[in-house]
């Protein structure tokens, strides 16, 4: 079944999927392999699979691809490209190799989609919800791609923004956690930041006296 058929099936909503890090891309694969071994020596733990996310929206419109990727090209607003960042040093970004992209893309290709373990995973059937998700993807923080700048004990990366959508919007819980005893690298990140910003606006709310 290719991917056009998997998305196309789905009735309106937001939908979570977990696909294992470097799947078709051998570079990719290799490297993601030797950091969790490097990672589960320094931790004295047993290496586990590494998984990347991406969204799905199912709208009345069409599906729309959630996702944060490294640049193809130049053609960004082909891909819904909404924001771009810095991948390892932030003053490097000038050159496309060292950016990644935000894509907001409406009937949208997630090349690794058909890797996917365990099928989707519905977060919610709520269209109001499933949009303000979308209507958040522009905003969110730009930071260097595998660093933590925000100090949260996680690096940025593609599960970040994930994880920061899912904290905004009250769907954390729905996702659950990776399947196959798996971990995503970055998902603390995003939540973390996404937790603060929401106790940060909370604070600066009027109270009930002041309205």
Do not use: K
Request: charged residues 25%; aromatic residues 6%; contains cysteine.
């Amino acid at each position: 079944m290719d991917d056009d058929t998997r998305t196309a099936a789905r009735p309106p909503g937001l939908d979570l999927y977990w696909i294992p890090l470097g799947a078709g891309r051998h570079v990719v694969r290799l490297s993601g392999a030797l950091y969790e071994s490097l990672l589960a020596l320094r931790q004295r733990r047993r290496r586990r699979p590494l998984f990347h996310s991406a969204l799905i929206a199912t709208t009345a419109a069409g599906p729309v691809v959630v996702e944060l990727a490294e640049i193809r090209d130049g053609d960004g607003p082909c891909r819904g490209v909404v924001a771009e960042g810095p991948v390892g040093v932030r003053w490097l970004r000038r050159f496309r190799l060292f950016r990644y992209e935000v894509r907001l893309w409406p009937a949208g290709v997630i090349d690794d989609l058909c890797y996917a373990v365990g099928g989707p995973v519905r977060l919610t059937d709520d269209l109001a919800v499933t949009r303000t998700v979308l209507d958040l993807v522009p905003t969110v923080p730009t930071l260097v791609w595998g660093r933590d700048e925000e100090s949260t004990g996680d690096m940025w990366n593609s599960n970040s923004l994930t994880s920061w959508l899912l904290t905004l919007t009250g769907l954390l819980p729905a996702a659950g956690v990776p399947p196959d005893s798996g971990r995503a690298p970055g998902w603390d990140a995003g939540v973390a930041i996404a937790s603060r910003a929401a106790t940060a606006g909370a604070g600066n709310r009027p109270t009930a006296e002041e309205r």
